[in-house]
C-alpha cells in the first residue's frame, strides 16, 4: 500500500491510507451490500491464495473446505455442500434482522461470515439432509460483531430452522454477561417489523409460537441445568470457563435432538487451563492433520496473529480483525500507538485485539507465544541408553509431585521427560478434572489412593527409568526430601542437593529461558508441562534477584522446579558436551 510503515503516520497520513485500504478491499473481502452470490468457498479460495491475509489455522481451515469439496459424497465422506441450505441463514440475517444499535440501517454479513455461517449450515448428509457439524469455535477479536451474530443465529435458529419445540439458549461464565446477550437478541427482534410480529419478547425468555420454540439465557452459575433438550446454542467468551461444567451438561441434552448446533465464540484469555486451551489444541490437530480425518464433525474459524510481532504491521492486524473495514481504524491506530507505552495495556492489546493467548505480564518467566514455539515431537526410542539427569519437587500433603529426567541432545536441545502425581484427595476437589482425566490418560498423571504422594512412588519411577537411561546424577531440593533421597542414594544413584536461591538457580534458569526462546526445549507437546510452563512467575528475593513461583495456589509449578534442579547439572554438559566434571556416570542396565 506504501513504503512508509503505518504506524508512524501523521493523522492526515493515517486517513489518506485507510481511505485507500478500505477501497481496495472493496467488492471481494469487504462488502457495504448484500452479496448476491454465496461467498463461503470463494471466501477460501481467496485465503488459501493469499489475497486476504489470514492466521496460519484459517488457512487450513479453508484448505479443508476445498479439499472436502474434492471429496463430498463419497463413500468414505458421506457430506456434500448444499448452498442452498448454507445460504437460508445468511439471507435470513441480511433481510429479516435489523441492527438495534448505531448508524447502519441493514445487516450486511461479510466474506468471513459467508464462510462461517455457510460451512456450519451448508455441509449436510448426502442421504439425510442432517448437518455435518454439531459444534463450532469461532475464535475471533473483539469489536468484529460477535454479539450480532450471535443474536441473528439465535433468532433463525429458534423459528425458522424447521424444528418443533426448539430450545435455544445465550450461554456465558455469568448470569449478567448471558442476559447482556439475551437483551441484544430482544432489541434486535424489536427493530425487526417482521420479527416482531412473530416473537414475543419476555423478561425471561423470547417466545416463538408458531413453532413453541424459546430462546433463554443460562450461565454457569444456575445450580440445575439438566433436562434441556438444547437445539441450538451459543456460549459466548469461553476463554473465562474453568471448568466444563456448563459445556458437558449442555452437550448431553443434545440427544433428543436429530440436528443440534453449539457454536463457541470467544476472544482469547487468560485462562490457559480451561476448555479454550484444550479446543485450540482440538483445532490445530485437526487442521494440522487433515488426512488422519481428525473431528469431522467440528467447525474451527481461528482469527489471530499468527506471532506478537506482526502487531506493528497494520496490514496485518486483518488476521484477528475480520471485520477490520467496518472499524474506525484511524481512531484504533492513534489507540494503540499510545497504549503499546505502558505493559499493562499493550498485554491487553495482544489478548484482546490481536487474539494471542496470554496470561502474561511484566513478572511472567516467558509468554505462551515463546512456548509454542517449542513444538518438537521425538520418538522416546531416540533416548534408549542416553544420558540424562534427574530431578523431583515433592509436594506438601495434597498437592502435585514432579520427578523428570532432561536429556541433552545431540544439536544443544534439551529433552524433558517427566512425571507428576497427586493424591486421591487433591484430585476429589480440583475443578477441572476432566483435565487431570486427559493427562491421567497420557500417563503423565498418576493418582495416589489416600491423602499424600508417599515418595516410593518417585522412588520406583527413578529406578524403573534407570533400567532404560543411564541417569549421571539426581538433583533435588533438601526440603521434605530426607527419605526419599536415602533411598535413592542405598540403591547406588548419585544425588546432590540443589540449594534454592538465585547463586544456584540464576543461571541455569536463564539458560532454560534462552532454550524455550530458540525453540531448543522439546517435551513432545505434552500439555500438562506446558501447563506448568504457563504457571511460572518471577518475584524478587530478599536480596533483589528474580526466582520462580508460582502464581496463585491454584497454578502449579512442580514439573518446572523438577526441570530446572535438573538444569542445574545439565547447563554445563551443553557449555561443554563429554566433560562432567565431578559427576560419575553410572549406569544401572544390568542391575
Known amino acids: 500500500m506504501t513504503s512508509k510503515r503505518v504506524l508512524d503516520m501523521s493523522y492526515a497520513e493515517l486517513t489518506r491510507w485507510w481511505e485507500s485500504y478500505r477501497e481496495s478491499m472493496l467488492g471481494w473481502a469487504y462488502l457495504t451490500e448484500p452479496s448476491p452470490k454465496l461467498m463461503t468457498t470463494l471466501y477460501a479460495q481467496m485465503v488459501v491464495e493469499g489475497s486476504i491475509p489470514d492466521s496460519k489455522e484459517n488457512i487450513l481451515a479453508c484448505e479443508r473446505h476445498l479439499k472436502d469439496l474434492k471429496r463430498q459424497g463419497t463413500d468414505d465422506f458421506p457430506w456434500v455442500f448444499d448452498e442452498e441450505k ?18 447502519l440501517r441493514r445487516l450486511v454479513l461479510q466474506p468471513w461470515q459467508h464462510f462461517i455461517v455457510g460451512s456450519l449450515f451448508g455441509w449436510v448428509h448426502k442421504d439425510t439432509g442432517i448437518r455435518r457439524f454439531r459444534e463450532g469455535l469461532v475464535f475471533v477479536a473483539r469489536k468484529n460483531g460477535k454479539t450480532t451474530l450471535e443474536s441473528g443465529l439465535a433468532d433463525y435458529m429458534a423459528g425458522f430452522d424447521h424444528e418443533q419445540g426448539a430450545n435455544v439458549y445465550f450461554l456465558a461464565n455469568s448470569q449478567k454477561q448471558s442476559r447482556i446477550l439475551f437483551e441484544e437478541s430482544k432489541a434486535m427482534i424489536k427493530s425487526s417489523p417482521y420479527l416482531s410480529k412473530r416473537f414475543v419478547p419476555l423478561n425471561s425468555e423470547i417466545r416463538f409460537p408458531k413453532t413453541n420454540s424459546t430462546i433463554v439465557a443460562m450461565s454457569a452459575e444456575k445450580n440445575n441445568k439438566d433436562g434441556e433438550n438444547l437445539h441450538f446454542a451459543v456460549f459466548d467468551e469461553i476463554h473465562e470457563y474453568q471448568d466444563y461444567a456448563l459445556i458437558n451438561v449442555m452437550k448431553r441434552s443434545r440427544g433428543m435432538r436429530r440436528q443440534p448446533l453449539i457454536i463457541y465464540i470467544t476472544t482469547a484469555g487468560y485462562v490457559l487451563d480451561g476448555p479454550l486451551m484444550d479446543y485450540i489444541d482440538n483445532a490445530n490437530d485437526c487442521l494440522e492433520n487433515y488426512d488422519d480425518h481428525i473431528d469431522e464433525r467440528t467447525f474451527y474459524y481461528i482469527a489471530k496473529l499468527d506471532k506478537v510481532d506482526e502487531m506493528d504491521d497494520v496490514e496485518q492486524w486483518v488476521k484477528a480483525n475480520p471485520n477490520i473495514c467496518l472499524m474506525s481504524m484511524v481512531d484504533t491506530i492513534t489507540d494503540f500507538r499510545k497504549d503499546r507505552k505502558n505493559p499493562q495495556e499493550l498485554a491487553d492489546w495482544i489478548t484482546k485485539q490481536f487474539n494471542i493467548f496470554s496470561n502474561t505480564d511484566e513478572l511472567s518467566f516467558v509468554d505462551t507465544e515463546t512456548i509454542n514455539r517449542n513444538n518438537r515431537v521425538i520418538d522416546l526410542a531416540e533416548l534408549d541408553g542416553r544420558k540424562c539427569v534427574g530431578g523431583y519437587d515433592l509436594s506438601e500433603t ?53 491423602d499424600y504422594v508417599k515418595y516410593e512412588y518417585v522412588y520406583e519411577w527413578f529406578v524403573e527409568m534407570s533400567k532404560k537411561y543411564e541417569i549421571s546424577s539426581i538433583r533435588y531440593d533438601k526440603a521434605k526430601a530426607l527419605f526419599l533421597n536415602g533411598s535413592l542414594e542405598e540403591y547406588g544413584f548419585n544425588t546432590q542437593e ?22 531448543k526445549v522439546i517435551f513432545n507437546r505434552q500439555r500438562m508441562f506446558r501447563w506448568y510452563l504457563n504457571n511460572v512467575h518471577m518475584e524478587r528475593d530478599r536480596n533483589g534477584n528474580w526466582l520462580p513461583t508460582k502464581r496463585n495456589r491454584k497454578r502449579k509449578i512442580d514439573g518446572f522446579a523438577s526441570v530446572l534442579n535438573s538444569h542445574v547439572d545439565v547447563i554445563d554438559m551443553l557449555i561443554r558436551p563429554g566433560k562432567t566434571g565431578d559427576i560419575h556416570y553410572v549406569s544401572f542396565n544390568d542391575l
Open 398 to 450: 495434597e498437592d502435585f509431585t514432579a520427578a523428570s529426567l532432561e536429556f541433552p541432545m545431540d544439536d544443544g536441545s534439551i529433552f524433558i521427560l517427566e512425571k507428576s502425581w497427586i493424591p486421591q484427595t487433591r484430585y476429589n476437589s480440583d475443578k477441572n478434572p476432566r483435565r487431570l482425566d486427559v493427562w491421567i490418560k497420557q500417563g503423565l498423571l498418576e493418582v495416589i489412593p489416600g
Open 86 to 103: 448454507a445460504w437460508r441463514p445468511i439471507r435470513f440475517i441480511e433481510k429479516k434482522c435489523k441492527p438495534s444499535k448505531g448508524s
Open 498 to 519: 540443589v540449594r534454592q536461591g538465585f547463586v544456584t538457580l540464576g543461571g541455569p534458569m536463564q539458560n532454560f529461558k534462552e532454550l524455550l526462546l530458540d525453540g
